[in-house]
């Protein structure tokens, strides 16, 4: 069972504009969500997280937007450039030893000039 | 000065032949994760070791066999390969095994013809 939904699958937006991925997962021991960025040919690599004990969470462009009550969590990037083209993962975590991170299953980003 | 390293970065073998990734860190982490990266982009973690002790086992065949000599280093063999096995394997490390950001490796495509 997928235990972290991510949408939508692709996504293109013209540089300048706002990108919104969303995700909503179900395991409410989750306390860690983190952003991952990949680039072709490259590992994911952390962009942002967020913990439930705040709604929003800013750095540069990127925001993390989280609603606990609603089990959902959105990554905007404003003002998106050519070069956040990408694949972006959600993934969420409960705190502890051995704990996993559970991936979303990835939205690719296509930002056009 | 590569933090997490990987070889081959491409692997590309015959069915039934047992090949082997190697991941290196540099970071001083305690812990490493094997992940697995599908031909639709779905990340899942495979293993994890913890100063060179297993502490996650995830569903994988038995034909996966993680090893870690030291805790900078956890390699994968991989036994009679099968068409299925075909990814992106990705290596990753974290602080601790309680620590929430983890940082990945370039990746090893494997190829199973």
């Known amino acids: 069972q997928q235990q972290v939904k991510q949408s939508p699958q692709s996504l293109i937006v013209q540089k300048g504009g706002i990108s919104i991925i969303n995700c909503a997962y179900e395991?409410?021991?989750?306390?860690?969500f983190p952003w991952y960025q990949q680039f072709p040919g490259k590992g994911p690599a952390l962009l942002i997280a967020?913990?439930?004990?705040?709604s929003e969470k800013k750095e540069g462009r990127f925001t993390i937007s989280f609603n606990k009550s609603a089990k959902q969590f959105s990554l905007h990037i404003m003002d998106s450039q050519p070069g956040d083209s990408a694949t972006y993962f959600c993934?969420?975590?409960?705190?502890?030893?051995?704990?996993?991170?559970?991936f979303g299953t990835g939205t690719r980003l296509q930002v056009t000039l | 000065d590569t933090a997490v390293s990987q070889t081959p970065k491409y692997l590309v073998t015959q069915m039934g032949n047992d090949k082997s990734i190697k991941c290196e860190q540099n970071?001083?982490?305690?812990?490493m994760y094997w992940y697995k990266q599908d031909s639709k982009k779905f990340l899942k973690i495979m293993f994890s070791?913890?100063?060179?002790?297993?502490?996650i086992n995830e569903t994988v065949p038995n034909r996966f066999s993680p090893k870690s000599p030291d805790k900078a280093h956890l390699n994968l063999h991989i036994n009679s390969l099968e068409l299925g096995d075909s990814a992106v394997y990705f290596c990753?490390?974290?602080?601790?095994?309680?620590?929430?950001?983890?940082?990945f490796g370039p990746g090893t495509r494997l190829t199973v013809l």
């Open positions: 990753a490390s974290s602080q601790d095994a309680r620590s929430d950001t983890q940082y």
């Open positions: 395991n409410t021991a989750f306390d860690y």
């Open positions: 967020i913990r439930p004990d705040v």
């Open positions: 993934a969420a975590k409960k705190t502890g030893t051995a704990s996993k991170l559970t």
């Open positions: 970071l001083g982490h305690d812990t």
């Open positions: 070791y913890n100063n060179k002790e297993l502490i």
